[in-house]
């Protein structure tokens, strides 16, 4: 028996008047009457993401009584299995390889990507928080990256990004568990957010949670109601790992195609916010990482060749030995001419040779051993091997190699407009290594409609809604139609820190 009652309300189709200002949604889905709380926090963080941790951190600095939940065993979300780059425009690394960037490109190329959908003043937040970003993740975290690479990824104009030492977002995440857990902020594991409950004001008061959740098993774990006195930060991420509502948004993104999200990237709590009046945007925009190896599961290795070797240094052919897309171009440009590439009947393959790995050997060391040894990438004596062993017709692939030595010359791609890199140096002897490419669902750029103070807003009167806030995947705005790679970590962590204060400042709820 529940020891509350909370009444779902129908009144939908008698209430949708046009947006225009109203004091409540009526879209409260779970709305609270004598609500008998089992604990009480002055902030719940849902998620323990880069967003979540960086929300509790601010949380507690700012002197609120914190909780993480988290619905899974193990701590940290998709963060702690990310790829730990970092956008870290104006870093001493760019400087070091004397590459001029600024506040101001890195805002374009976001707005780019983002084909504009995105919400201006965000991105100009977030631009401008890249280099204080990156110092609070190194003085005030005490993350390690490495101290003379930078890299590029898809649709930046410059390299920009930072490496964490261990090359993972368990490099930045552990330091953050680190933090919370000096704080003394506790931290949840299998405590599953099933209710975001908000009372009859509209204002949200607490959450429903399953504690002692067993992944996949709805009806585990025991109910409890949580209250938060000052707010609910909502950092529970993407959904790309739920085929089926992913197929909702975008029927092409089938089980077929695998992902790179860990198995609880699931989508309860997407609908969870939808039922009870939160405005969501551009939910159908789902990314592929174009940069996927097929021989592995989910983001595995194989990508830090197709990407940092051969996108950054090397050429990307199709079966017939044509390069057939600007390596270096976004993702979904890149995903998207792979794709049509498959329905054509032809592979794209990553190629790169003995000085275009060098860059991979010295950020990862070991890595393209252990990827010859898997199988996920193929070595080979010569470009002639090469061509045979991938069927890719020698006279064609030579051609392509040798126009590309022509651009690398000229420092100028005229037909795919790719950069060219300060230390880049022709193709022309062997070892030559080619993986394949396959996307792979990868990030939700939609979702949660906030504002600047990380207030999430409410469907039907676009205003604040008091007490709830949200921060990282999952929200909207921020990358539009397209997230450039690097820039996630950015985003969560400027965000969820300013998600934490924010609800920590805020004025207590009466429930
Ligand atoms: C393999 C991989 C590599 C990547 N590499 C990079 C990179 O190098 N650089 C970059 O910028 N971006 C990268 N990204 C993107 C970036 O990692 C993500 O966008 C980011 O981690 C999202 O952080 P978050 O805090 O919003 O969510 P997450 O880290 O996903 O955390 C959300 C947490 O909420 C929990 N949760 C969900 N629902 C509930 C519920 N109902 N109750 C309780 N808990 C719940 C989830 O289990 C999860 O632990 C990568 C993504 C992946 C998948």
Redesign the pocket.
């Known amino acids: 028996m529940s020891k509350q009652t909370i009444s779902r309300r129908s009144l939908i189709a008698s209430t949708i008047a046009g947006g225009a200002a109203m004091a409540a949604s009526p879209l409260m889905a779970h709305e609270v009457d004598n609500v008998k709380w089992d604990e009480t926090f002055d902030v719940v963080i ?7 941790l960086a929300a509790a951190i601010e949380a507690h600095n700012a002197g609120a009584k914190a909780v993480v ?4 065993t193990a ?13 870290a425009t104006g870093c001493p690394q760019q400087k070091m390889h004397k590459i001029e960037d600024s506040v101001d490109l890195l805002e374009k190329d976001i707005l780019v990507a983002g084909q504009y959908l995105n919400d201006k003043a965000k991105v100009r937040l977030l631009a401008e928080h890249a280099l204080s970003n990156y110092e609070w993740c190194v003085k005030t975290l005490g993350v390690e990256f490495l101290p003379d690479a930078i890299g590029q990824e898809g649709g930046h104009s410059v390299p920009r990004y930072v490496t964490t030492k261990n090359g993972s ?1 368990s490099g930045i995440v552990t330091k953050q568990i680190e933090m919370v857990k000096k704080l003394g902020v506790p931290m949840r594991n299998r ?4 209710h975001i409950i908000r009372d009859k004001k509209g204002a949200v008061v607490g959450v429903q949670v399953r504690e002692g959740y067993r992944f996949g098993k709805a009806d585990s774990g025991k109910v409890k109601y949580i209250r938060a006195k000052k707010g609910v930060v909502a ?4 959904f ?1 790992a739920d085929v089926k509502f992913r197929m909702f948004q975008d029927p092409k993104l089938s089980a077929d195609l695998d992902t ?3 198995p ?3 989508s ?2 997407w609908r969870e916010t939808s039922a009870i009046g939160c405005l969501q945007v551009q939910n159908d925009w789902i990314q592929c990482g174009p940069w996927g190896n097929p021989h592995e599961k ?2 595995g290795i194989g990508w830090q060749f197709n990407q940092t070797a051969a996108a950054e240094y090397g050429i990307w052919v199709n079966t017939d030995g044509n390069r057939f897309v600007n390596e270096l171009a976004n993702r979904k440009v890149r995903a998207d001419a792979i794709m049509l590439e498959q329905q054509q009947g032809r592979k794209a393959w990553a190629i790169a040779q003995g000085k275009n790995v060098e860059p991979l050997k010295k950020q990862r060391p070991g890595f393209l051993e252990r990827m010859l040894k898997d199988k996920i990438v193929f070595e080979y004596k010569t470009l002639e091997d090469l061509a045979k062993g991938t069927g890719i017709p020698y006279a064609q692939l030579k051609k392509t190699v040798d126009e590309f030595n022509e651009c690398v010359k000229n420092k100028k791609d005229p037909v795919w407009g790719r950069y060219i890199n300060n230390d880049q140096t022709p193709m022309v002897e062997g070892p030559w290594y080619a993986g394949e490419c396959q996307p792979k669902v ?2 939700c750029m939609g979702g949660l409609v906030t504002n600047n103070d990380c207030q999430v807003l409410d469907v039907m009167t676009y205003e604040p809604i008091p007490g709830l806030y949200a ?4 929200t909207g705005c921020v990358h539009g139609a397209v997230r450039l ?6 985003d ?1 962590l400027v965000f ?1 820190r300013i998600a934490g204060e924010k609800a920590a400042k805020a004025k207590e709820n009466a429930a």
Do not use: P, R
Not at 46 to 52: D, E, L, Q, R, V
């Open positions: 849902i998620g323990s993401g880069f967003a979540g939940l988290e619905k899974m701590f940290g979300g998709n963060s702690i299995i990310n790829g730990g780059i970092l956008t977002g405590v599953y957010v099933e950092c529970y991420g993407g790309s790179t999200n860990q609880g990237a699931t309860e709590l989910g983001m990868h990030h921060a990282g995947e999952a790679g690097s820039v996630a970590i950015l969560c969820g």
